[in-house]
């Protein structure tokens, strides 16, 4: 069955690091993921997404890369800030008229100042 | 532009009892969907409605029912409310066309059954 899932449920960095939050996915029909940030209270924000024709996309401060011959995906944030601490959850959906997403389990970050 | 908002934010039911919760859908956004999210897990899909009728289902009893309304704001229902029906409802409008690629949350409801 389809399923999302996290390597680490907990990071820890120092303010300036880079951090990088892995995620696996099993259903080869994933064609779009999403990464998500939670923080304590709020419903998921969106971060940045990517379609599966692509290996790569950066935003502000925000890279995801895409393996797809392994099923995995990574959220690379620079320069990590206080503020980035939340719970972050990778998403995928497999297209169709039904605009579900499959969460996985979120990874809890925190950044030490 | 208001994001989506959500009522009650907080709601403490006992078990057996029945539960509505709320969700008014960003200005502009014509498809609602919900989410169950348990303490400490990601998000499950619940269902999905357009045009005031469901568009797809997660693994949810038939008790977990929905509305929409014709100003695109819509309802969750659940009956006979169980403990592990305690939760976080989350309400993630969106606009059809652009789907998956729009999809806005609420804060959501932190249900408690007792």
């Known amino acids: 069955g389809e399923s999302v899932g996290l390597h680490l449920p907990t990071l820890s960095v120092q303010e300036g690091d880079n951090s990088i939050i892995n995620c696996a996915y099993s259903n080869s029909a994933s064609d779009y993921f999403i990464w998500y940030k939670q923080e304590s209270g709020k419903g998921p924000q969106f971060i940045i997404d990517i379609r599966s024709n692509m290996d790569k996309r950066q935003g502000q401060r925000v890279t995801v890369l895409l393996n797809k011959t392994v099923k995995h995906l990574s959220l690379q944030i620079a320069a990590t800030q206080p503020g980035d601490s939340a719970v972050y959850f990778c998403?995928?959906?497999?297209?169709?008229?039904?605009?579900?997403?499959?969460f996985g389990k979120g990874t809890l970050l925190t950044v030490n100042p | 532009e208001t994001g989506v908002t959500q009522s009650p934010t907080h709601l403490i039911k006992t078990r057996g009892q029945q539960v509505t919760l709320r969700c008014s859908s960003q200005s502009g956004h014509n498809t609602v969907s919900w989410y169950q999210q348990a303490l400490g897990q990601g998000p499950q899909f619940i269902f999905q409605y357009y045009r005031e009728e469901e568009n797809g289902r997660g693994n949810f009893p038939p008790r977990f029912s929905g509305l929409q309304f014709p100003n695109y704001s819509s309802e969750l229902n659940v009956n006979a409310l169980e403990l592990d029906d305690s939760a976080l409802y989350l309400c993630?409008?969106?606009?059809?066309?652009?789907?998956?690629?729009?999809?806005?949350f609420g804060s959501g409801t932190r249900l408690t059954v007792v």
């Open positions: 998403a995928e959906n497999s297209g169709g008229s039904n605009y579900k997403l499959t």
């Open positions: 993630a409008s969106s606009l059809a066309n652009r789907g998956r690629h729009g999809y806005t």
